[in-house]
């Protein structure tokens, strides 16, 4: 073999095993992506079945049901509602009337099955999706409210 055909075989090897590693880095990336949703976009069948996705609001006051360590609570934007089981235990700063984000899967009946729930320790605290999406909702409420 002459050494032209060596530095080529050397080259391709390399092409190929950065090929094979840029693979495993993208689908490595792909399955641990994470999309938010709102209630007013669950409700409207915008978010995937069966698959890992997170919702944000506000925990609907006298929503809030505790059966030992399963939970179950209701997500609003002010214009949808999404109801949310979850077995675990909540932050300490979980509260109704509060913003809340919860991770996991819609189930065959429509209820979001959290894996895990999210809060954080300032007490004004909002994600800023589920602020802009709630701000979205509460100026869409009030348009139609002015429409004769």
Do not use: C
Not at 21 to 32: E, Q
Not at 75 to 98: H, I, N, S
């Amino acid at each position: 073999m002459k050494a032209r055909h060596k530095r080529f075989m050397v080259i391709a090897a390399g092409l190929a095993v950065i090929a094979i590693a840029a693979m495993f880095v993208l689908n490595a990336f792909r399955s641990n992506l994470v999309f938010f949703f709102t209630p007013t976009q669950v409700a409207n069948g915008e978010a995937p079945k069966n698959q890992t996705m997170r919702i944000g609001g506000m925990v609907k006051e006298g929503t809030l049901l505790r059966d030992g360590t399963r939970i179950a609570f209701v997500v609003t934007d002010t214009a949808r509602d999404v109801p949310v089981k979850y077995q675990g235990m909540l932050p300490d700063l979980f509260k109704e009337g509060r913003g809340v984000v919860a991770q996991g899967r819609i189930n065959a009946s429509g209820e979001f099955e959290a894996s895990e729930v999210l809060a954080k320790h300032d007490e004004n605290y909002m994600p800023p999706e589920a602020k802009h999406a709630m701000d979205q909702a509460a100026a869409k409420k009030a348009a139609q409210s002015v429409k004769p």
